[in-house]
């Protein structure tokens, strides 16, 4: 499956990494600086996702990206802001594209 381009939308991607404080505490974030990535974005619907998520079925997001995008799980996607909103969840590799689950990151 191609994606088509006038579909796909640019969106910033954060690496996530550990990050030590002053007092030595270490604690989860993502990198400040972002790549650019696109792709195409909706929500998770069907009997599948609803029984792997259940209530938190309105939090996921599905999304398609080109096959060569370097992506991990626990990255953050930023979609519509500056800081991020959704982090990768799943990553499904095909032959010509990815499929990534995004769920909300709801302590912003």
Not at 24 to 45: F, N
Not at 63 to 76: H, K, S, W
Request: charged letters at 30%.
């Amino acid at each position: 499956m191609r994606l088509k381009k006038n579909r796909l939308k640019p969106y910033l991607l954060k690496k996530h990494q550990t990050i030590k404080t002053n007092e030595g505490l270490k604690r989860t974030g993502y990198s400040d600086g972002g790549v650019t990535i696109y792709a195409e974005i909706w929500p998770a619907s069907g009997n599948v996702q609803a029984e792997l998520y259940g209530q938190r079925l309105s939090y996921i997001l599905n999304a398609l990206v080109e096959r060569d995008t370097t992506i991990n799980e626990l990255d953050g996607l930023c979609i519509d802001s500056d800081n991020v909103t959704h982090k990768v969840i799943s990553i499904k590799t095909y032959s010509n594209h990815k499929v990534l689950e995004l769920e909300d990151v709801r302590n912003r």
